[in-house]
């Protein structure tokens, strides 16, 4: 193949890939599946989000890939869009997995991540919750309605709320990522009211559904939030404004009362030792 058929080739690629840039993730992945292991290669997890409304465009900015990292797997994911004539010889070829990066955050973000890890405690009672669930007993009912307290209390109010009322807005809320955790705060509020609803009733197979579905919810969004989310914002916002959210958070957690977070993670711990004891 000549030069001129080379870079005509590469051209083209280069083209049909932005065609497809401007174009919601999901999209562009269900047209093209094969995008979604060189993705992962890359640890953007986009075929797993269940909201995948961020562009295209936008994964390569938020995910903040060094420049030659970036170059490379732009090119295997056009590749896989528009593949190269046989011959040609593309960037693509001598690429290599990357190495797992290490995620640091700010002390100011550090505090929401921090926060992940008691809700995450509760994602893994979830399981043991169901296997062990009795909605007709007082003691039983009590630890149903304990998990879902917890969720509408700590996860949401206390944690998503500083996240809503204070964080985001430093961004644009229109940005698609933006949006998207908001839609999953939602969701997660919609499962909440349905699993009150069902503990009025009795109605032990709703609670599950629910439950399972906010489990799967907050289990992906918690990972978009800690590897994608959380490092772009920490390189976006200034010192200055790190310190002003910081002083929201310390606001926001006074109005809400400095006994809540001990409360929750002494009612975590207190199920861990239940479920670890019933097991034995």
């Given at each position: 193949?000549?030069?001129h058929?080379h870079?005509?080739a590469m051209?083209k690629?280069?083209?049909?890939?932005a065609?497809?840039?401007?174009?919601?993730i999901?999209?562009?992945?269900?047209e093209?599946p094969?995008l979604?292991?060189?993705?992962n290669?890359?640890?953007?997890?986009?075929?797993a989000?269940?909201v995948?409304t961020?562009?295209?465009?936008?994964?390569?900015s938020?995910h903040?890939?060094?420049?030659?990292?970036?170059?490379e797997m732009?090119?295997?994911?056009?590749?896989v869009?528009?593949p190269?004539?046989?011959?040609?010889?593309s960037a693509?070829?001598?690429?290599?997995p990357?190495?797992?990066?290490e995620?640091?955050y700010?002390?100011t973000?550090?505090r929401?991540?921090?926060?992940?890890?008691l809700?995450?405690r509760?994602l893994?009672?979830i399981?043991?919750v169901?296997?062990?669930?009795?909605?007709?007993?007082?003691?039983g009912?009590?630890?149903v309605?304990g998990?879902?307290d917890?969720?509408?209390?700590?996860?949401?109010?206390?944690?998503?709320?500083?996240?809503?009322?204070?964080?985001f807005?430093?961004?644009?809320?229109?940005?698609?990522?933006?949006?998207?955790?908001?839609?999953?705060?939602?969701?997660g509020r919609s499962?909440v009211?349905?699993?009150?609803?069902?503990?009025?009733?009795?109605d032990?197979?709703?609670?599950i559904?629910?439950l399972?579905?906010?489990?799967e919810?907050?289990t992906d969004?918690?990972?978009?939030?800690?590897?994608?989310l959380?490092?772009?914002m920490?390189?976006s916002?200034?010192?200055?404004?790190?310190?002003a959210?910081?002083?929201?958070?310390?606001?926001?957690?006074?109005?809400?009362?400095?006994?809540?977070?001990?409360?929750c993670?002494?009612?975590?711990?207190?199920?861990?030792?239940k479920?670890t004891h019933s097991?034995k």
């Amino acid at each position: 193949m000549s030069r001129h058929t080379h870079i005509s080739a590469m051209d083209k690629l280069t083209e049909d890939l932005a065609k497809h840039l401007p174009r919601p993730i999901k999209e562009v992945i269900t047209e093209f599946p094969d995008l979604v292991d060189i993705l992962n290669e890359y640890d953007i997890g986009c075929g797993a989000c269940l909201v995948g409304t961020c562009l295209f465009k936008d994964i390569v900015s938020i995910h903040n890939l060094p420049p030659e990292v970036e170059k490379e797997m732009m090119a295997r994911l056009a590749d896989v869009i528009s593949p190269l004539p046989r011959g040609t010889v593309s960037a693509a070829t001598s690429a290599s997995p990357p190495k797992t990066r290490e995620k640091t955050y700010s002390p100011t973000v550090k505090r929401l991540v921090d926060e992940h890890l008691l809700i995450k405690r509760w994602l893994a009672l979830i399981p043991e919750v169901i296997n062990n669930m009795d909605v007709t007993s007082g003691e039983g009912r009590e630890v149903v309605a304990g998990g879902i307290d917890f969720i509408s209390s700590y996860a949401d109010k206390f944690h998503h709320g500083k996240e809503e009322d204070i964080l985001f807005k430093y961004f644009d809320g229109q940005a698609e990522i933006i949006q998207a955790m908001h839609s999953d705060h939602e969701t997660g509020r919609s499962h909440v009211k349905a699993m009150r609803e069902a503990l009025k009733k009795e109605d032990k197979d709703t609670i599950i559904k629910h439950l399972q579905a906010y489990g799967e919810l907050l289990t992906d969004h918690i990972k978009k939030e800690d590897e994608i989310l959380f490092p772009w914002m920490d390189r976006s916002l200034s010192e200055t404004n790190k310190n002003a959210i910081a002083s929201g958070f310390d606001k926001a957690e006074r109005a809400m009362g400095a006994e809540l977070p001990a409360q929750c993670e002494t009612f975590i711990a207190a199920l861990e030792k239940k479920f670890t004891h019933s097991s034995k």
